[in-house]
């Protein structure tokens, strides 16, 4: 998987590092912002109100 | 050469993994299907890795990320809460709370844990849906608000979220729980444990600081200071914390306070319940605005 989208990363090495930084920042922040948001309230870890 | 070639096929492997380096014609006489498993297990095994720093991200997330992202939350509706109270258009010219239309997620008292430090105050919003909590602790919209009779019930995390109430299993009976409205300040304290209840006179009621703490009796018989209860058990923000069927006269109903959070840290199993009563009420005085209640220093 990883070593197939390095080997789709075009340009000298330079390029192929940013690239590969912009694209792992872009999934984290992804993963922060939209997924773990809207993921955490169907997990049983926060509930502190009664019922 | 033959031999060697003979002694396994993890030799040869090696060479074909390099295949691109070596110029040997040999690995890549390989089958194809070996190839694509080993991708196959490469593909799975990354995949892993992945799930695993993933779940390790989510965690960061959960106890540090919603922290930061609360503590702006938070600021906002502090500030946005200060302008409404220094602002002398608002409510008319009579020094009086009014409480009761306040919109889902809005600040309208502050509250503070004099032993949790100086710095612990949050604003209390209205209401506990997740994207009130997300702000600060959530007041129970049926519930009694700050200095009125029956059970002023706030939620609020312990975990991210900038976790207001991750350390309420630290306060002890008679520690200070003051609430802050626009025109008043509100000091509840924590009611005796179980196990303080008897004797209580005798020991530990003989601290100043538990002026008007000591048992209460009739419909709050039974009523201790912290309990760990199920969610499902919403007799803690009733009225009359833990007996809610009881409906006591006006007269006879305390002015109590109920902190509800999760328990154990990282888990929804159980909530941890906190009930303070009322002890003293301050009004603010505009000529004095340095007034504030003696309980805010007991820091410690």
Known sequence: MYSWIWRHLPGPIAVRVALAVVLAAGVIALLLFVVFPWLEPLLPFNNVTTE | MGSVEHLG??????????GDLVPSPRPRARPAKRDRTQTVVRGFGEALITLGMVVLLFVVYEVYVTDLISAGKQREAAAE???????????????????????????????????????????????TTAASLEIGPGHYTDTAYPGE?????????????GAPFNDINLIESCDAI???????????????????????????????????????????????????VLPTNGGVIAPVPGNPEASPSAGEMAAMMTLTTCHPRFSDKERLIVHAVLTEELDKDPNKPDLRPAALEETG
């Not at chain 2, 809460?81 to 600040?107: C, K, M, V």
């Not at chain 2, 802050?180 to 179980?194: A, C, D, G, H, I």
């Not at chain 2, 303080?196 to 003989?206: D, V």
Request: one cysteine or more.
């Open chain 2, 9 to 18: 096929r993890g030799a040869g492997r090696i060479s074909g993994d390099l």
């Open chain 2, 178 to 228: 003051v609430v802050e409205t626009r025109f008043s300040w509100f000091t509840y304290r924590m009611v005796p444990l179980e196990e303080e209840k008897a004797g209580w006179a005798e020991g530990k009621g003989k601290d100043p600081r538990c002026e008007g703490v000591a048992p209460l009796g009739g419909a709050y018989e039974g009523l201790v200071g912290q309990r760990i």
């Open chain 2, 81 to 127: 809460l200060d302008d409404r109270w220094s602002d002398p258009t608002i409510g008319g010219g009579e020094r009086q709370d009014h409480y009761g239309d306040f919109a889902e997620g809005q600040g309208f008292a502050k509250m503070y844990v004099p032993k949790f430090g100086a710095d612990f105050h949050f604003t209390v919003v209205e209401g």
């Open chain 2, 149 to 161: 009779p029956g059970n002023f019930s706030v939620a609020g995390h312990r975990v991210g979220k």
